[in-house]
């Protein structure tokens, strides 16, 4: 059985749940300006900045599995008005009579990639969380082993830091591009293929090349990561990207 082209659940979930995140990212980057302590330490062992982005995860998981368990509900409800049979037949119906008017994939395949990016959603999240608290704890420690004294130990330091950096977001940016990746199998779609392939290249490359470009003030040492650039590029801006290609590509979706 096919679903009504109007209903965008799966595009409207993950839309949504970008969008959220986006704003959390947004009010993260505020409290950082906002809490600075203007003092030669990463905003990480920062205390304040440290419980904002807490919390702020917090919310966005809350927020997630709200927003996807609704969805999944509501496609959980129409997937079980028919058995499969009818369900089959169902579906023979509406491609011969009203084939503009259903979704590109069945309901049954939309409510797995529901479940899909559920699970993936909420994944990201809890890890994130976990490795924000354990990644603080690490930098904790290094910063007894390496006291921020001298000029010569704070880049030292700083240069340790954002060179582990990336390794936070590794497992996080894989299960993304395997969320596209999957969602362009159940497409059949080709360019989604190849974009996933590609931001994984330059991810990797990221990764293990460009690593991060440094700037010096008064205060402090300032890096820019790209594997952290990428990843929440990736997770924000790029999943509502996404989300907009799946509505105005795929109907129902």
């Known amino acids: 059985m096919y679903i009504n082209t109007k209903k965008h659940y799966l595009s409207k979930s993950i839309y949504i749940s970008a969008g959220i995140g986006l704003l959390a990212q947004i009010v993260n980057a505020v409290s950082?300006?906002?809490?600075?302590?203007?003092?030669?330490?990463?905003?990480?062992?920062?205390?304040v900045i440290f419980i904002?982005?807490?919390v702020l995860q917090v919310v966005v998981i809350l927020v997630i599995i709200f927003v996807f368990s609704y969805?999944?509900?509501q496609m959980r409800h129409i997937?079980?008005?028919?058995?499969?049979?009818?369900?089959?037949?169902?579906?023979?119906?509406q491609r011969k009579y009203i084939p503009d008017d259903i979704s590109t994939l069945k309901a049954?395949?939309?409510?797995?990639?529901l479940e899909i990016w559920a699970s993936i959603f909420v994944f990201v999240q809890i890890m994130s969380l976990v490795s924000n608290y354990e990644y603080r704890s690490l930098i904790r420690r290094l910063s007894q082993l390496i006291p921020l004294d001298t000029y010569e130990n704070a880049v030292t330091?700083?240069?340790?830091?954002?060179?582990t950096h990336g390794f936070k977001y590794i497992g996080m940016f894989a299960a993304l591009i395997i969320g596209i990746f999957v969602t362009a199998v159940f497409l059949k779609d080709r360019f989604l293929?190849?974009?996933?392939?590609?931001?994984?290249?330059?991810?990797?490359?990221a990764f293990t090349i460009f690593q991060m470009i440094t700037f010096e003030t008064n205060f402090k040492i300032i890096?820019?990561?790209w594997t952290s650039i990428i990843y929440h590029g990736l997770e924000t801006i790029g999943l509502i990207l996404f989300a907009i290609y799946l509505s105005k590509n795929y109907k129902g979706l």
């Open 157 to 163: 330091f700083y240069d340790i830091y954002n060179s």
């Open 71 to 73: 969805y999944i509900r």
């Open 52 to 54: 904002v982005s807490m």
């Open 79 to 93: 997937v079980r008005l028919m058995k499969d049979d009818d369900s089959d037949e169902m579906a023979i119906l």
């Open 108 to 113: 049954e395949a939309i409510y797995q990639l």
């Open 223 to 225: 890096s820019i990561v």
């Open 32 to 47: 950082r300006i906002f809490f600075d302590a203007k003092v030669a330490e990463p905003d990480m062992l920062n205390q």
């Open 193 to 205: 293929k190849i974009v996933t392939v590609s931001v994984t290249g330059v991810f990797m490359l």
